[in-house]
């Protein structure tokens, strides 16, 4: 497994801004407001020839009695006893401060590799006279940075990966399924992941809109490794009022767009919303294999007909993906939980697949001899050949007389004949007509 950074202190101390600059991402979300960082929040990252994992976490206020305040202490807890390194960020401006003595002594005690960063020395050469100050936490030499004006961040991570244990795996992650969990606010996206990893990696709460932030959470089960993007409930636009929120909604479009499969989240108590249609239209768009994740399914009213009743209003509702599959699940319970991992597992693999022209061919001729092609004014619609030209989605050009031909409906017809023969279960595929030049033909 990889290295796990940390980075720990205080709110408002610039742990975001250094997070983001050291993935090189704008991954967190980067706003004067104490408490904007709610959970630990993960990126992929790297320094000179080495890879790690890198953790944000909300400030650190040891002494907050404010539940989301307090929930925030036990995530940057968690982060810290998971970590190899533990990046402690502290204000050159504001001194060291009864925080700042308070979050040292609680890394002492935990036992971790501990770097000291001492952010906001905004100038270059000397560092200020209250650097100096920061000696007396006990953590060793600090390493003076602005990370804002990215500098000192090269020496710090010089600190950092010296750290690392010997036997530690800095090597790229080339074979993990990234999985964005998509969907409304309070659908029960975070209580699926946690239920999936067993702790409480994202803070779970009635209050919606809770987890702000795309989250990774990696997971190896049976040697096969998944990436779970949890991302913010994503609401209607009308609604996004503040700034924060907007970002939000940005970044749960972009974890759609990092990953290979989307569980769209439906909850099951409350049935199917507007929303849901933009949230999977959006995955459809972007040609991801897709799972629709009936959630709370526990406690639904049923009968022996409610299953494929609510199927049905489904596939009406989401007409545009047929290809989607199903499934009901208790996040709550586990129920079916395990199950999901299989799914996921044959979409990816179906959103992957090739086929080899020969077979692509032999299957479209099949088809003109069912249902002959289209004609116009006399002149009937030829398919020369097809070809599969690339994966993720699944995509096929096929050379034809005259596109103007090839009907809508047409075009329906020869793909559900490739997915009649080949599957591609819970994912869409891309049919793009090509006209064969006049001196070809």
């Known amino acids: ?23 090189g991402q704008r991954i967190s979300i980067v706003e004067d407001t104490p408490g904007v960082t ?22 650190i206020e040891p002494m907050s009695k404010d539940e989301i305040l307090s ?45 000291l960063a001492v952010n906001k020395c905004d100038n270059i050469g000397q560092p200020p006279f209250e650097f100096y100050e920061f000696y007396n936490l006990g953590l ?30 800095t090597e790229p992650d080339e074979d993990e399924i990234k999985v964005a969990v998509i969907g409304r ?41 998944f990436l779970f993007i949890d991302t913010a409930g994503i609401r209607r636009k009308s609604k996004v009022n503040e700034a924060i929120e907007k970002f939000s909604v940005i970044r749960a479009y972009a974890a759609v767009d990092r990953s290979d499969v989307c569980v769209i989240m439906i909850d099951g108590s409350e049935g199917i919303a507007e929303q849901d249609t933009k949230i999977a239209g959006y995955a459809d768009e972007k040609g991801k294999a897709c799972i629709f994740v009936i959630n709370k399914w526990d406690i639904v009213k049923k009968n022996d007909k409610t299953m494929n009743e609510f199927k049905y209003r489904i596939r009406e509702t989401f007409a545009f993906m047929p290809y989607a599959s199903m499934m009901f699940i208790s996040a709550k319970t586990g129920q079916r939980v395990d199950k999901l991992f299989d799914e996921i597992k044959k979409v990816n693999e179906q959103h992957k697949r090739r086929i080899t022209t020969g077979m692509l061919n032999d299957v479209i001729n099949e088809a003109v001899q069912k249902q002959q092609p289209p004609s116009d004014k006399g002149k009937r619609l030829r398919i020369y050949y097809g070809t599969q030209v ?50 070809d033909q």
Do not use: C
């Open 38 to 59: 709610r959970d630990r929040i993960y990126a992929d990252a790297s320094w000179l020839d080495k890879h790690f994992t890198l953790i944000d976490t909300g400030g």
């Open 185 to 225: 606010p309070n659908a029960g996206k975070s209580s699926l992941i946690n239920r999936i990893i067993g702790e409480e990696r994202v803070i779970v709460s009635n209050i919606a809109g809770t987890t702000r932030d795309a989250i990774d959470t990696r997971y190896e089960r049976d040697g096969d490794k």
């Open 1 to 23: 497994m990889k290295p796990m950074v940390a980075i720990v202190g205080r709110p408002n101390v610039g742990k975001s801004t250094l997070f983001n600059k050291i993935s």
């Open 140 to 169: 060793g030499d600090p390493v003076a940075i602005s990370s804002v004006n990215s500098l000192g961040i090269g020496d710090l991570l010089d600190e950092v990966t010296a750290k690392f244990p010997n036997d530690a795996d």
């Open 390 to 439: 690339s994966v993720a989605p699944p995509t096929f050009v096929l050379f034809v007389n005259d596109k103007d031909l090839f009907h809508f409906s047409y075009k329906r017809f020869i793909e559900n004949q490739i997915r009649e023969n080949f599957g591609f279960d819970g994912t869409p595929i891309v049919i793009l007509i090509r006209e064969r030049n006049k001196k």
């Open 71 to 115: 929930k925030m202490r036990e995530q940057a807890q968690l982060a810290i006893e998971m970590a190899d390194v533990v990046i402690l960020v502290v204000n050159v401006k504001d001194g060291v401060t009864a925080n700042d003595i308070e979050v040292s002594q609680m890394l002492l005690k935990a036992k971790k590799n501990i770097v």
